[in-house]
């Protein structure tokens, strides 16, 4: 079952903060975060396991509530680079390698 | 390194023909994903191999479908008849070990006319 992400599209202005937020209606055990620009392959951000853990490099972190079933990435000071389109990935706690993505969500940034 | 490779990147044929997407995914990875990627269902696992061996195919969409792993260097995607709603993106995709970054090939671009 697809996961599911919202916002689907977000526009802003550069310097803004952005969350994404993913949502699974199975138990996780592994979060993957991509971000895929127009045209090209997707490109790993990070992975964040069972367990409540937070990560974060540069402006762009995440948190994953294994409870709620429940990931958010969140953009701070969001550049113009940061423009693309973000899937979260999803194991499940099955013990398989299988990576469901989400929806997707759009996010624009302007000057 | 080199990363993922497929091909072609690009590809456009007639309902009916036979299209064969190929993939060499990064030295020393032990798995292999093919997904498929249209603006209605985003991105779709198709098949995955570990060690060669086909795990799941559950998203194989029909018959028309197979996928194929004959080394560790090289793996097939091939459509045969195919058909205007095949007309997708397809990405090969690779990975070391269970859960780790997968990283993604530049994707094959299928056009059926």
């Known amino acids: 079952q697809q996961p599911v992400q919202s916002p689907q599209a977000v526009i802003l202005r550069e310097g803004e903060d952005a969350v994404i937020n993913c949502s699974s209606s199975k138990a996780l055990y592994s979060v993957h975060w991509y971000r895929q620009k127009h045209g090209e392959a997707p490109i790993f951000l990070m992975i964040l396991l069972k367990g409540g853990e937070q990560k974060g490099h540069d402006k762009i972190s995440a948190s994953f509530n294994e409870k709620k079933q429940q990931s958010s990435l969140y953009l701070t000071a969001s550049q113009l680079s940061y423009s693309g389109t973000y899937f979260c990935g999803l194991q499940d706690d099955g013990g398989n390698e299988k990576l469901t993505f989400g929806t997707g969500t759009r996010l624009t940034i302007i000057p | 390194d080199a990363g993922v490779i497929q091909s072609p990147r690009h590809e456009v044929t007639e309902m009916g023909q036979e299209v064969t997407l190929r993939c060499k995914p990064i030295?020393?990875?032990?798995?292999l994903f093919w997904y498929r990627q249209t603006m209605m269902r985003g991105l779709e696992l198709l098949i995955y191999?570990?060690?060669?061996?086909?795990?799941?195919d559950s998203g194989m969409p029909e018959d028309r479908f197979s996928a194929k792993m004959p080394n560790a260097s090289f793996s097939t995607l091939k459509i045969q008849p195919s058909e205007p709603r095949d007309s997708a993106v397809y990405f090969c995709?690779?990975?070391?070990?269970?859960?780790?970054?997968?990283?993604f090939g530049e994707g094959s671009w299928l056009t059926v006319v």
């Open positions: 030295s020393g990875h032990d798995y």
């Open positions: 191999f570990n060690n060669n061996v086909p795990i799941d």
């Open positions: 995709a690779s990975s070391y070990g269970r859960i780790t970054t997968i990283y």
